[in-house]
């Protein structure tokens, strides 16, 4: 997916993206493919969060897409991700009016091997559209994690658990946030959404919702 430096991409990457559409579920926000408010995922368990939205259907091309700009040092395209997130969203995130946008946290070694959180750039750059906050160092990735995408999602939650932790020292800094809009690349099964989540409850962030730049389909 070929972009330019103000964000854009190519008329031919362009129309191979794929956008969430209704149906989609009102907790996660799969698209659904057939009746009811909710995905078999979220039907089946409670979650921290109150629920969140995505972008774009995670297809071939966004595949692709977000593999270059997480592995690949393609950091420009949190431009064009993040734009979308504002033009789609905008209103709903003004409707949430939460005091801060909070990037999922990537563990330090993955930082220096990759030289940016991806989550945080494209959080940036939608916290200048927004005028939103964002607070960086809220949350920290303490356990150095496998990759989540060759797991199955039992392995995901054990591989996840007590993976992130509240920076006590940012919390009271920040005692007045009481509702936050986590933001991330993907969501899958919504493994890595939930423990941040569950962590900033725990911190008594009262409010918790999120935003992805992709998700994958709902039944």
């Not at 986590?182 to 939930?194: A, K």
């Amino acid at each position: 997916m070929p972009a330019v430096a103000d964000g854009s991409i190519c008329r031919d990457c362009a129309g191979r993206t794929e956008f969430v559409k209704s149906p989609f579920c009102m907790k996660c926000g799969k698209p659904l493919w057939g009746g009811g408010e909710f995905c078999m995922d979220c039907m089946k368990k409670e979650t921290s969060f109150i629920c969140g939205r995505a972008v774009f259907v995670y297809n071939k091309y966004m595949k692709k897409s977000i593999e270059d700009f997480k592995y690949y040092g393609r950091a420009e395209y949190a431009k064009f991700y993040a734009r979308n997130m504002f033009q789609i969203y905008g209103r709903w995130i003004e409707s949430i009016s939460p005091d801060a946008l909070i990037p999922v946290p990537v563990h330090i070694n993955r930082m220096l091997d990759r030289g940016y959180n991806q989550a945080g750039i494209i959080a940036d750059i939608l916290g200048e559209l927004t005028g939103i906050q964002v607070i960086h160092n809220l949350i920290v990735r303490r356990k150095d994690t496998i990759p989540q995408k060759e797991l199955t999602d039992r392995e995901r939650r054990d591989n996840l658990y007590k993976a992130f932790e509240i920076v006590k020292q940012t919390r009271e800094l920040y005692q007045d946030v009481k509702c936050v809009i986590i933001i991330d690349d993907i969501y899958t099964t919504g493994s890595t959404i939930e423990e941040c989540s569950y962590v900033l409850k725990c911190a008594h962030i009262e409010s918790i919702y999120f935003l992805c730049t992709c998700i994958g389909k709902g039944y």
